[in-house]
């Protein structure tokens, strides 16, 4: 996830956000999203939120934070706040040590249990998908590894966001995309658009099948997400959270994982206190002990 700044033209008929407004609304993202806003982000907060409260015809926070506080959460008005606050970054391939270590690593020993009797089937769960570029990425990564038939592949994608969920449901982006995407890919996996849609791409049947998009609040008791999954995807989204709330979410996460299953995280991100369940292997990849 990444929080940006939205043009000055879009605040500029509203009032400016006092410390306890700040305070009241960083109390209510917590709350429902567990993202934790540090004190210098209320001039942040005020420039994500500009747009939601123009549409409303609120100039006040305090009134915008009263409306929220009598919404119920699956309101229109809660939605496009939580959607405003967690606007996500991603990219195809983004940090490919991982997906080379599913393809060459993972993949290779649930190939060699499966002949041994085991399952002939592979799930991995993106739990922060955005706009879809992961989900895709692990999806290809996985037809190009399993070119065998009769394997079950699935990859469950999930974000809190309904906008970026939407987006990923399309499965077309800018043709720009496949610049960063080996060649070998690009017929095999995406088509390209015609007229209206000439500088766009939309990714084949046989990738989009294997997705399965669903939103999921991590604060909420119900995931609607069920394992057991071979590995899980949950990178770049720790930073935004506290550790209390960061240990909830991966130890219920962890419980999720199949005997001996794996958890890839951001680059930037560090887990050491889970390192009693989680063995650390290389380049914030870990492996469910025992």
């Known amino acids: 996830m990444q929080i940006s700044e939205r043009s000055s033209a879009e605040r500029e008929s509203l009032e400016p956000m006092k410390e306890r407004e700040f305070k009241n609304l960083r109390e209510l993202v917590q709350e429902h999203t567990g993202i934790w806003l540090q004190d210098g982000k209320r001039t942040m907060l005020a420039a994500r939120l500009a747009k939601p409260m123009r549409r409303l015809g609120l100039a006040s926070f305090q009134a915008y934070y009263i409306l929220l506080s009598k919404s119920a959460k699956g309101s229109p008005e809660f939605v496009e706040f939580v959607n405003a606050i967690t606007t996500n970054k991603t990219s195809f391939f983004r940090e490919m040590h991982h997906f080379h270590y599913l393809a060459e690593k993972i993949v290779p020993e649930i190939k060699a249990a499966a002949l041994r009797g085991g399952r002939k089937q592979i799930r991995v769960w993106s739990a922060a998908c955005s706009t879809g570029e992961e989900v895709y990425s692990i999806a290809m990564t996985l037809l ?147």
């Open 144 to 290: 190009d590894a399993v070119p065998e038939l009769g394997w079950r592949l699935e990859v469950v994608g999930s974000d809190i966001d309904t906008g970026v969920l939407e987006s990923a449901e399309g499965a077309i982006y800018l043709a720009d995309c496949l610049e960063n995407i080996d060649e070998s890919l690009h017929a095999r996996y995406f088509l390209r658009g015609k007229d209206s849609r000439a500088g766009q791409v939309k990714l084949k049947p046989q990738v989009t099948r294997m997705v399965d998009l669903r939103r999921v609040n991590l604060m909420e008791e119900g995931w609607f997400v069920d394992g057991p999954f071979d590995v899980i995807f949950f990178r770049n989204a720790l930073i935004y959270f506290q550790q209390d709330v960061q240990e909830r979410f991966l130890r219920r996460m962890i419980g999720m994982l199949r005997p001996g299953g794996y958890l890839f995280i951001g680059n930037s991100e560090q887990i050491p206190w889970l390192h009693d369940t989680l063995e650390p292997l290389s380049q914030t990849m870990y492996r469910l002990r025992g």
